[in-house]
């Protein structure tokens, strides 16, 4: 019942910024605790941020940290990842999740999923 799909990726060069989306949709989408993940090729999904349900709880990787920022807008069922000062080692498919319960950074406690938007950092 629960719908996300993501938007926003693309090329960007080194030291450039992107944001991205999560579109949300269901009737529980409002309740959920939302989360970014990332994958690239051949590595294990990684944990990158997460935000509670009124955005007053924020959790990032250490990786990103200070340069990303997650967002929501509840009103619209809308989740953003600010993206800024990008490297290469940034290049990913970026997931939108979400969890109902508790704030998580691990991947497995998330019950939803988008089907990833694809960012590439060339340099």
């Known amino acids: 019942q629960v719908q996300l799909v993501e938007s926003g990726g693309g090329l960007v060069q080194a030291g450039g910024s992107l944001r991205l989306s999560c579109a949300a949709s269901g009737r529980t989408s409002s309740s959920m605790y939302m989360g970014w993940f990332r994958q690239a090729p051949g590595k294990e999904r990684e944990f990158v941020a997460a935000i509670s349900y009124s955005g007053g709880v924020t959790s990032y990787a250490d990786s990103v940290k200070g340069r990303f920022t997650i967002s929501r807008d509840n009103a619209k069922n809308m989740v953003y990842l600010q993206m800024n000062s990008l490297n290469p080692e940034d290049a990913a498919v970026y997931y939108c999740?979400?969890?109902?319960?508790?704030?998580?950074?691990?991947?497995?406690?998330?019950?939803?999923w988008g089907q990833g938007t694809q960012v590439t950092v060339s340099s």
């Open positions: 999740a979400g969890r109902r319960g508790y704030i998580s950074s691990r991947p497995d406690q998330y019950n939803y």
